[in-house]
C-alpha cells in the first residue's frame, strides 16, 4: 500500500508519491497510541519509521504536557542528490493526542488490505 505525503509549514511544502505504508504490527497507530498512554511524559526522543525509511514520526516531550512531534520525509534515502524535510507539529499530550490517534487509526483502518 502506497500514499501520498505532503508535509505543510510557513515557507515549506513538500510531497512524496510512492511513501511505502507502514508495516501495521509496528505502525503509526500503535505509536501515537503509546505516547497518548504515556500523557505524563517520559525522557528523551521516541521514534518510528516506515518500512523504506522515508516517512519517520519522532516525539519528545516537554514540561507544560505538550508532545512535539516530528514528521521527516526523505523520499528515496539511499538515492545520491535525495531531499528531505521535517515539520514539527506541537499538540498537548492528552486529548490532542488522543484525537490525532484516533483520526490516524480511523484513516489507516480505512486503507487496509
Known sequence: MHHAVELRAPGLTARADEVVAWIWDSDLTTFLEELVADYRG??????????????????????????????????????????GASVTTW???????ASLAADVRDFLAGVRP
Open 42 to 83: 517520559w525522557d528523551g526522543e521516541r521514534r518510528r519509521q516506515n518500512h523504506d525509511r522515508d516517512l519517520t514520526v519522532s516525539a519528545v516531550f516537554r514540561s507544560g504536557g505538550h508532545v512535539g512531534l516530528t514528521w521527516s520525509l526523505r523520499p528515496w534515502p539511499q538515492a545520491a542528490g535525495g531531499w
Open 91 to 97: 499538540l498537548e499530550a492528552g486529548e490532542q493526542m
